[in-house]
């Protein structure tokens, strides 16, 4: 190495010299840090100093720091760019890790009480009914210990101890079936829920079945969000319907009527609106602005796209009887059974009920009906959106 000596330079006897011969710095460094004295020295060897000044970089570096030497800026930005990409690493860990412990703290109070209160203010939207089916999901999943979670539902002083363990329970789908306004701004709503309960000690939850819950909603006086005064109460299900209770449809108030070629179209048109086989506009009316029925779905090189849900159709029953509302018009009921694309194993069974006219020597189809018709009815029933698409 060559060292600098009242301005002039000169070659250094130690031959260890010569691994800092640009790095007047490195010099000092390995003098503060690594050189020994030479009686203690071994014989020097090439590879044995590259490797040792390898290994006390990080040192020599340390003590430079120590002595407030400041290397010049060519020798800093090398230096501040690792630094940078190290803090880029570590902050990106950082995330990850508290991703991960979010996640398996997510039947944890905390972050029950933050999605409960975000919630919350979606239920302001859909009025008391949602608000109430929020309220029994964060009820069944509350227990012992995590009774704060029903705050934004509950008033603090009648707020009671529960029992269960937390997350013990959980709704896997609500939805109300009454709602009553039984006084000013306080309604009576009844929700159901399907159950799930933690098997146990094991992971994973069973199915404990539908039950039914009566929840009573105060409205606040500003008219922004409601309360309740107490939990919800667990109440039994609908009475189931009866024989007396059932009312007749057209089919089996009107006689039967047959028609080769009305059954064979809706046959073709059904095929054409689930399958996507078939021209749809040959047995639909234009009036009826059904187009054939799309859902997402993604390519096999997963590119998402829309396609016909079912692959397969077997229309297994028609049924046919005069429409008392349309001249030369008919109502068709058919059952069939179609193959999923996402699962073509398991075939689905549906019932559809369509209204048909005649138009010259052939059927199309005028209305596809949400339901069949009442042998009893006031009104002509509406139709169902013909746009065909269902948003993913």
């Given at each position: ?111 029950a009480t ?176 059904l187009r ?14 829309t396609g ?85």
């Amino acid at each position: 190495m060559t060292s600098l000596v009242r301005g002039r330079r000169r070659r250094s006897e130690d031959p260890e010299d010569d691994l800092y011969r640009d790095d007047p710095y490195e010099k000092d460094d390995y003098e503060f840090r690594v050189r020994r004295p030479r009686r203690d020295r071994r014989r020097w060897s090439p590879r044995r100093s590259r490797r040792r000044a390898r290994r006390e970089s990080s040192l020599r570096r340390v003590a430079r720091d120590l002595r407030g030497d400041v290397p010049p800026l060519e020798l800093q930005t090398p230096l501040l760019a690792r630094a940078v990409g190290w803090l880029l690493v570590l902050g990106v860990a950082a995330g990850f890790a508290a991703l991960a412990v979010t996640m398996w703290t997510h039947g944890s109070s905390e972050t029950a009480t933050v999605t409960s209160r975000g919630a919350e203010d979606i239920a302001a939207e859909t009025g008391p009914s949602g608000w109430a089916e929020l309220y029994v999901s964060e009820f069944l999943a509350a227990g012992q210990g995590t009774e704060h979670r029903l705050d934004p539902y509950l008033e603090a002083q009648s707020r009671p101890a529960l029992a269960a363990t937390p997350n013990s329970l959980y709704a896997s789908a609500v939805s109300t079936l009454s709602a009553e306004e039984v006084e000013d701004r306080y309604w009576a709503v009844v929700v159901a829920a399907h159950v799930l309960a933690r098997n146990g000690e094991a992971d994973g939850y069973r199915s404990a079945g539908t039950r039914y819950y009566a929840v009573g909603v105060h409205e606040l006086d500003g008219g922004d969000g409601w309360y309740s005064l107490t939990l919800p109460a667990e109440v039994a299900p609908p009475r189931q319907a009866t024989p007396d209770d059932v009312r007749a449809s057209v089919f089996e108030a009107n006689p039967p009527a047959h028609d080769e070629a009305a059954s064979a179209a809706v046959k073709q048109m059904l095929a054409a609106y689930l399958t996507g086989a078939g021209e749809l506009d040959r047995y639909v009316n234009t009036a009826a602005g059904l187009r054939p029925l799309e859902v997402p779905m993604r390519t096999p090189d997963g590119k998402p796209t829309t396609g016909a849900p079912f692959s397969a159709l077997d229309v297994t029953q028609v049924r046919l009887t005069a429409d008392p509302d349309e001249r030369d018009g008919l109502f068709a009921w058919a059952e069939l059974r179609a193959q999923p694309v996402h699962a073509p194993d398991q075939w689905q069974v549906f019932q559809y009920t369509l209204r048909l006219q005649r138009r010259a020597d052939r059927w199309e189809v005028t209305d596809l009906l949400p339901a069949v018709p009442l042998a009893e009815r006031s009104d002509p029933f509406s139709t169902v959106s013909g746009s065909g698409r269902s948003e993913e």
